[in-house]
């Protein structure tokens, strides 16, 4: 797997060999940005340019010896970190998003049944008085559901 990122180099050396390299970075397609020529002094014929470069080298397999393996391995440790960190903080985010949204959803639809109810409590209390005199009438009907003596 390729990653795309940006290098960020010097280049110096005399005019031509400056655009050398600039022309064949314009040419591959990796050039990004570039900035003016400075002298290196102000008797050296040389010139130094800041250029900004496509880097499509993956870490895992990226050719060319390592200065230091001890270095190598605490910056790939770090970026390990960095990177399961950055993991960790998008899944709190995302989970505490979550959250938040399912709170406001019940409390949407509490304040929309509380305002219901409000809105039509006559009619509530309508039914529920109807359904009591109904239910009361049939406990009357068919007695209170006791049975005559404890032993039946």
């Known amino acids: 797997m390729t990653t795309i990122g940006y290098r960020t180099m010097t280049v110096v050396g005399l005019p031509e060999q400056v655009a050398n390299v600039l022309r064949n ?4 397609g990796t050039l990004i940005s570039l ?19 496509v880097d499509t080298t993956t870490p895992a397999t990226a050719p060319g010896r390592v200065a230091s393996l001890g270095t190598h391995i605490t910056t790939r440790v770090h970026h390990t970190q960095r990177r399961r960190i950055r993991r960790r903080i998008a899944i709190a985010a995302t989970v505490t998003a979550a959250a938040a949204a399912l709170v406001a959803a019940v409390a949407y639809l509490i304040g929309h049944l509380v305002a219901f109810l409000a809105d039509h409590a006559a009619i509530i209390a309508g039914f529920l008085a109807i359904a009591a005199l109904i239910l009361a009438a049939l406990r009357s009907a068919f007695g209170s559901g006791k049975r005559h003596c404890p032993g039946c």
């Open 25 to 28: 970075h314009h040419n591959a």
């Open 35 to 53: 900035s003016a020529p400075r002298p290196v002094s102000p008797t050296d014929p040389r010139i130094r340019v800041n250029v900004r470069l």
